[in-house]
């Protein structure tokens, strides 16, 4: 009985800790809002998830994020800027777009069975993704890098 009372507590706990983070971010950063909430969790967690098995070790929840951050957020949201996608997502959400690339980045590294660059990741998705000049321009930029 005493075992699943702290459990729950646990649980609870962990949920708030969940709560607080993705609401921070959300607060924090320029391209999240209320709605990308329950893709944030996903987000997350899948990194946590996917940190653990290559690390061999449980990653608590705030490492996960820590290192979603550093490793996922900031790189994608820095290459985001580049003109390229910019003009090839005219009037699309920053936060649509930017985890349409992390699932393009995933799948890229699933095809190429290897860790992928996030640039050439970015790149590959304006040209193939895109639209007007911006896809024009990352397919020409895309043909060059594959040259």
Not at 95 to 118: G, P
């Amino acid at each position: 009985m005493i075992k699943d009372e702290k459990r729950k507590e646990i649980m609870k706990t962990n949920d708030e800790r969940k709560k607080e983070s993705i609401e921070f971010l959300i607060k924090n950063t320029d391209m999240f809002s209320m709605v990308d909430y329950d893709r944030l969790a996903a987000q997350i967690e899948g990194h946590r998830y996917f940190l653990g098995k290559d690390l061999k070790n449980p990653i608590t929840w705030d490492e996960a994020v820590y290192s979603w951050m550093g490793n996922i957020y900031l790189p994608i949201s820095e290459v985001m800027e580049n003109w390229t996608t910019l003009m090839s997502f005219p009037g699309r959400r920053r936060a649509d777009v930017f985890f349409e690339l992390c699932d393009h980045l995933y799948f890229l590294s699933l095809q190429k069975e290897s860790d992928v660059n996030i640039y050439d990741a970015v790149i590959d998705y304006d040209a193939n993704y895109g639209k007007s000049i911006g896809r024009f321009l990352a397919r020409l930029i895309n043909g060059k890098r594959a040259a």
